[in-house]
């Protein structure tokens, strides 16, 4: 599945330069990927010391249209 969505998204997002670093590739896929397919944007943030983790961070919540959320999200 995950190879598909890539392949996809190079497919429809082109001319993409080249993810020199994780924490490029990083903002790409939240900055666009996210927009391109569930029309919401991310942001990357708490990128841990070595930058190989980090969270993403909705501003609006996509899942909230379609799926019932416990109160507390």
């Known amino acids: 599945m995950g190879k598909r969505l890539v392949d996809d998204f190079f497919a429809r ?5 080249p993810c020199r670093d994780f924490q490029t590739t990083m903002d790409v896929i939240s900055k ?5 397919f569930l029309g919401v944007s991310a942001v ?3 990128w841990s010391e070595d ?18 959320l416990p109160p507390n999200y």
């Open 44 to 46: 990357t943030s708490q």
């Open 32 to 36: 666009q990927a996210f927009k391109m």
């Open 13 to 17: 997002a082109l001319p993409i330069t």
């Open 51 to 68: 930058k190989r983790e980090c969270n993403i961070t909705f501003k609006e919540n996509p899942l909230a249209e379609f799926v019932v």
